[in-house]
Structure formats: structure tokens, C-alpha cells
């Protein structure tokens, strides 16, 4: 189960599909490598890159390939590793070309995820019937993430397994994204109103 993604970067996004992609299968990381270095090199040309892959003289030659390919690997490592490292030297937003390798190979939802924290289409909710399900939705949320809570947090943490408190903190990130909606919306209502008073003043 993945977390809900709220507060994350968007490179932070891709490093969750990125580790877990090549933790499950073999030879995952060089497909994704190799696929996002191919990305990178088509759609931006030579005079425009801002990170210099290693490319192979000859693409028929599996050894060059392979040298080059771990290489490019330690870039993207070194991508994810540092944000200094990060905000100095990669500069194209590597983190896409990533993402759409991942999706090409896994079938994944990573594009999609970044298109709506780019691009959130969700409507603050201002109907009654609205805010009634924002309220609902909230409520089972919480309430499903205090219930884990409890039966996790019980003889601390160190007795549950990696899984259990993944799923906990997606249970815990998923419950304030509500509560952060539910901000949203009378943030929205003070907006409006505040809006409404200079305009009478004016």
C-alpha cells in the first residue's frame, strides 16, 4: 500500500515507486535506468541537457551497454540521494523522465499522482451535500487510522513488522489529507468572506 503522498516532493513521489520497483524485480533498476536515460536523450537534445549520461559508441555492444548503464545508475542514485546534490546539478526535472520509465515498465499510477499534485482538478467542497461527504469521508479516515494506531502503538513499535508500519503511516498520512481538506474548505469560506468585506468598503 502506498502512502498518500501528502507533503511529499514530487522527487520524493518518485523515489517511493523508484526503491520499491527495483527492490521486486531483477534487473528492474537497469531496465529503469536505460529506459529513462532513452527518455532524456530523445526529447532533450545535446545542447540543452544539463546532465551528461553515459551513452555506448555502438548500442549493439551488450558490454559497453552494461558499463554505461551503471553509471547512469550511480547518477540517479546520486539524484535521489542528496537534495544539495539535487538543486546543483540536475536542473531538467529528472524525476518525470523516471517516473514515465516506471510507468512504461510497471503500469503504475506515478504519472497520474504527479499530475494531480501538479495540477489538483479536486474542488473545495462548499454545498452542503459537499462538505456532508467531505465529513464523512474524514470521519471514517480518522477513525480507521486511530483504531490502527491503537493496535500498533500497543507494547511500542518494535515488535510490528515493516509492512504493518508502512500501512500505518499511509492510514495516518491519509487521515490528515482529510483534515487538510476540511481546512481547505473554511479557509476557502474566510477567503470569501474577507473578499466580501473590501469590496464593500471599496
Given at each position: 500500500m502506498r502512502p498518500s503522498f501528502h507533503g511529499y516532493s514530487s522527487s520524493?513521489?518518485?523515489?517511493?515507486?523508484y526503491e520499491r520497483a527495483w527492490n521486486t524485480l531483477?534487473?528492474?533498476?537497469?531496465?529503469?535506468?536505460?529506459?529513462?536515460?532513452?527518455?532524456?536523450?530523445?526529447?532533450?537534445?545535446a545542447e540543452h541537457r544539463t546532465i551528461k549520461f553515459n551513452i555506448p559508441d555502438s548500442p549493439e555492444d551488450g558490454e559497453q551497454f552494461l558499463d554505461c548503464n551503471k553509471k547512469n545508475i550511480k547518477i540517479i542514485d546520486d539524484f535521489f540521494a542528496d537534495n544539495s546534490v539535487r538543486s546543483k546539478h540536475f536542473r531538467d526535472n529528472l524525476e518525470i523522465f523516471i517516473a514515465r520509465a516506471i510507468d512504461e515498465i510497471f503500469e503504475t499510477e506515478i504519472c497520474e499522482v504527479l499530475k494531480q499534485?501538479?495540477?489538483?482538478?479536486?474542488?473545495?467542497p462548499q454545498t452542503?451535500?459537499?462538505l456532508d461527504q467531505l465529513l464523512v469521508e474524514t470521519n471514517s479516515s480518522y477513525t480507521e487510522a486511530v483504531n490502527e494506531c491503537v493496535r500498533i502503538f500497543r507494547?511500542?513499535?518494535s515488535d510490528d513488522s515493516e509492512e504493518e508500519l508502512e500501512i500505518l503511516e499511509s492510514k495516518l498520512l491519509s487521515a490528515r489529507e482529510m483534515l487538510d481538506k476540511n481546512v481547505g474548505a473554511i479557509e476557502h469560506e474566510l477567503s470569501r468572506r474577507k473578499k466580501g468585506k473590501e469590496s464593500v468598503e471599496n
Open positions: 520524493s513521489i518518485v523515489k517511493w515507486y531483477n534487473g528492474a533498476k537497469r531496465a529503469i535506468v536505460a529506459r529513462t536515460v532513452d527518455l532524456y536523450t530523445t526529447e532533450i537534445s499534485k501538479l495540477f489538483p482538478d479536486d474542488l473545495v452542503q451535500e459537499q507494547n511500542g513499535l
